[in-house]
C-alpha cells in the first residue's frame, strides 16, 4: 500500500488572479425592492462581499492557515484522498474521523481540529485527547475526483480503508454533519466494529417504515414543509448537476452566491446578518477552496451519487445501527431532528445534547460546544 504523501496548498497566482478577474468583471442584474433575503442572496450584501473580495480578502494569509495542520493525500479505492491528520497529545489519544459536508469543506475544523487533539492546550484534560483525520471528501476541495457520481454510503467504505488499512487504527470514532452526519451512520452501519460510535449534528438519514407516532407525524410534516423551501438545490445536484455545473464553473459570483444562501439560512444568526455568525474571510475561504480546485462541479456529484445508493432511507428491513450514538441537537439546525422515539429505531441513542444556540456548521458557529460533546461522548466509549 502507497503510504500517504505530505500535501501542502499551494495555489497558483494564475489562479488567483483569473478568479479575481472574474469578480471584478461580473455584471449586476437587479433584485426585487421588496426582498432582503426572501428571493434568495441578497444583492446588496453581495455587492458589498465582492468588494472586499476583490479589493482585501487575501487568500495566502488563510492558505498559511491551513497549512499549520498536516496535510496529507493518498488513494483510497482508485481516487487521491486529502486528508488533515492531528495527532492527539494524550498517551490513549481516540482516532477520530470527522466529515464535512456541502457546501464546506475541511475549512470548518479549523478551530476544533486543535481542542480535540491538544485538549490540555485548552484548559481540558489530556486525557481527552484525539487522533484528528479531517478528509476533503472525493470530489471535494483537495481530494481527487471520482470518474462518476459517488454517494455517502461508498465514501463511508472509503474513510473506513482510510482509517484502517491506510493509516493503520484499529478502530476509531466517527464524527459529522450534514453529508458527513450520512457518512457516519454508514460507518456505524457497514464498518463496525473498528467503527466504535458515531457523533451527529445532524440526521440526514431516515427510517424506511416512517413516523410511526402522533409527534413523529407532526415532525414529518415539519420537515416536509421545510424540505419545500429550501431543497431547490437538492432536487438539482440530485438530478441534473452536469446542468447547473457549466453556469458555475464559469462564475465565482455565482458559486458564491449558491453558497452565502445556505449559510444565511442555515445558521444560528441574528436576524438576516450573515456576519453575526461568520467574518467575510471565513465565508471566502470555503467559497475558494471550491474555486482554487474546480470542484463546484464534482462536489454536487453525491447528490446524485446517494440517489443512485437509494436515498436518505434506511435499507427496507434494516438493523438499526448499533454503535452508540451521540446526537447534538443545535437549534437553528434547518432540518428539524426527529423525536427521540424516531431516533432510537434507527439508532443506538446513548447521548441526546440538546444545544442552548448554532445551527447547521456547527464546528465553525460553536467550535466550543461541539467539542465538548464530542469529549464527554468519547469518555464514556473508553
Not at 21 to 50: A, F, I, Q, R
Not at 179 to 204: E, F, K, R, T, V
Not at 365 to 377: K, M, S, V
Request: proline share 8%; net charge negative; aromatic share 12%.
Amino acid at each position: 500500500m502507497t503510504p500517504p504523501e505530505p500535501f501542502t496548498i499551494a495555489i497558483p497566482d494564475t489562479t488567483l488572479n483569473r478568479i479575481r478577474e472574474k469578480v471584478v468583471k461580473y455584471t449586476w442584474h437587479e433584485m426585487p425592492d421588496d426582498g432582503g433575503w426572501s428571493y434568495g442572496t441578497n444583492l446588496e450584501y453581495m455587492k458589498e462581499l465582492c468588494r472586499y473580495w476583490s479589493e482585501s480578502y487575501d487568500w495566502r494569509v488563510h492558505e498559511a492557515a491551513l497549512n499549520r495542520f498536516k496535510h496529507f493525500r493518498t488513494p483510497v479505492d482508485g481516487i487521491d484522498i486529502h486528508f488533515i491528520h492531528e495527532k492527539g497529545s494524550g498517551p490513549h489519544a481516540k482516532p477520530l474521523v470527522i466529515s464535512h459536508g456541502w457546501p464546506g469543506s475541511v475549512s470548518e475544523f479549523q478551530q476544533v481540529i486543535e481542542p480535540l487533539a491538544h485538549p490540555e492546550r485548552f484548559g481540558g484534560d489530556i486525557n481527552d485527547s484525539f487522533h484528528v483525520v479531517a478528509p476533503s471528501l472525493p470530489g471535494f476541495g483537495f481530494s481527487g475526483k471520482p470518474p462518476r457520481p459517488i454517494g455517502p454510503r461508498k465514501i463511508a467504505e472509503i474513510f473506513a480503508s482510510l482509517m484502517t488499512e491506510t493509516l493503520g487504527y484499529k478502530n476509531f470514532v466517527a464524527q459529522g454533519g450534514d453529508w458527513g452526519s450520512a457518512i457516519s451512520s454508514w460507518l456505524g452501519y457497514d464498518h463496525a466494529p473498528p467503527c466504535q460510535g458515531i457523533h451527529l449534528n445532524m440526521m440526514s438519514m431516515r427510517h424506511s417504515d416512517g413516523a410511526q407516532t402522533e409527534e413523529e407525524e407532526t415532525w414529518a410534516t415539519r420537515t416536509a414543509e421545510v424540505f419545500e423551501q429550501e431543497a431547490g438545490y437538492n432536487y438539482e445536484q440530485s438530478t441534473k448537476p452536469q446542468t447547473l455545473s457549466y453556469a458555475m464553473m464559469d462564475s465565482p459570483v455565482g458559486v458564491a452566491a449558491w453558497f452565502i444562501e445556505k449559510f444565511n439560512t442555515w445558521s444560528d444568526t441574528k436576524g438576516d446578518d450573515i456576519e453575526s455568525v461568520y467574518t467575510k474571510d471565513e465565508l471566502l475561504t470555503n467559497i475558494m477552496i471550491y474555486l482554487v480546485t474546480d470542484t463546484f462541479n464534482t462536489a454536487t456529484w453525491i447528490y446524485y451519487g446517494r440517489r443512485k445508493e437509494g436515498g436518505r432511507k434506511m435499507p427496507a428491513g434494516a438493523k438499526r445501527v448499533e454503535v452508540p450514538v451521540a446526537a447534538a441537537i443545535f437549534p437553528a439546525e434547518f432540518m428539524p431532528w426527529p423525536p427521540r422515539s424516531y431516533a432510537k429505531r434507527m439508532y443506538n441513542i446513548a447521548r441526546w445534547t440538546e444545544m442552548p444556540r448554532g445551527g447547521h456548521f456547527a464546528a465553525m458557529e460553536e467550535p466550543n460546544l461541539l467539542t465538548e460533546d464530542i469529549r464527554a461522548f468519547a469518555r464514556n466509549l473508553r
